[in-house]
């Protein structure tokens, strides 16, 4: 990654299209766009400073998760200019807490937005998702869970806790990837969040795991914000062959 995107916190595609990724990095209110191998990053400014965690593209619009659950949406459109006119805030849509992963479901018109640390959970016992659409009626919201005890019968590095920062949905077996920086941890549900793996991620590799996204082709995406030795990076995983 080049420089301004040292600290990446979220990526995501516009239709799964791998060709484009757009990115937000936890400090600057600026949507990012860049092309693989290509060192130079473009970008629209869509607010003011502050801890922004991650991105999904939700029909014609581009929708940005901040730390606090505020919702930043702008029309995709307008990333090609330096500043968007038509950002819109959502304000205390979800309960107070910390949020760091959001996927949008462009089939249901869906937003997923998972809690990273929140009053209302007991992060060792389960985490809360929210299901909503801003554009439609934002005070119905669905919610789910994911039990810790399921990814604890797997592995023990939940003992503290599960703290999720990237939530993505493969498109070829409709399962959720969920990852966690804290945990250095990739988790694997069904589509009714029931846990089927879990995998401990090296921190040799994954510095900093904080963004997922898949491709249409099914090639899994897991972006790094990087440290004293290294860059931010995203590094991608091909399906295996069967």
């Not at 936890?26 to 502050?50: C, P, S, V």
């Not at 089939?107 to 990273?116: E, Q, R």
């Not at 498109?171 to 694997?188: C, E, H, Q, R, T």
Request: with cysteine; glycine share 8%; charged share 25%.
């Amino acid at each position: 990654m080049p420089e301004s995107l040292f600290e990446i916190s979220g990526i995501t595609f516009n239709n799964g299209s791998s060709d484009t990724v757009y990115a937000v990095q936890d400090e600057e209110g600026k949507l990012f766009r860049l092309g693989w191998k290509n060192n130079r990053q473009l970008h629209t400014k869509f607010a003011r400073k502050g801890d922004y965690e991650d991105v999904a593209i939700l029909k014609d619009q581009a929708v940005i998760l901040k730390s606090n659950g505020f919702l930043y949406t702008m029309p995709l459109s307008e990333s090609v200019y330096e500043e968007s006119e038509q950002t819109k805030e959502w304000k205390k849509i979800l309960p107070k807490g910390e949020y760091e992963g959001m996927y949008a479901d462009n089939a249901t018109d869906d937003l997923y937005i998972l809690c990273k640390n929140c009053p209302q959970d007991d992060s060792k016992n389960s985490v809360t998702g929210y299901v909503l659409n801003p554009f439609k009626d934002s005070t119905s919201i669905k919610t789910f869970s994911i039990q810790v005890d399921e990814i604890k019968a797997i592995t023990g590095k939940v003992s503290r806790g599960f703290r999720p920062s990237g939530i993505a949905r493969n498109p070829k077996s409709g399962n959720w990837y969920i990852l966690s920086a804290v945990n250095k941890l990739l988790v694997v549900t069904d589509k009714n969040w029931k846990v089927k793996d879990a995998f401990p991620l090296s921190g040799n590799v994954f510095v900093q795991p904080e963004g997922i996204a898949f491709d249409k082709a099914g090639n899994l995406y897991i972006s790094n914000e990087g440290d004293d030795l290294s860059n931010g990076n995203i590094l991608k995983f091909k399906p295996a062959a069967h």
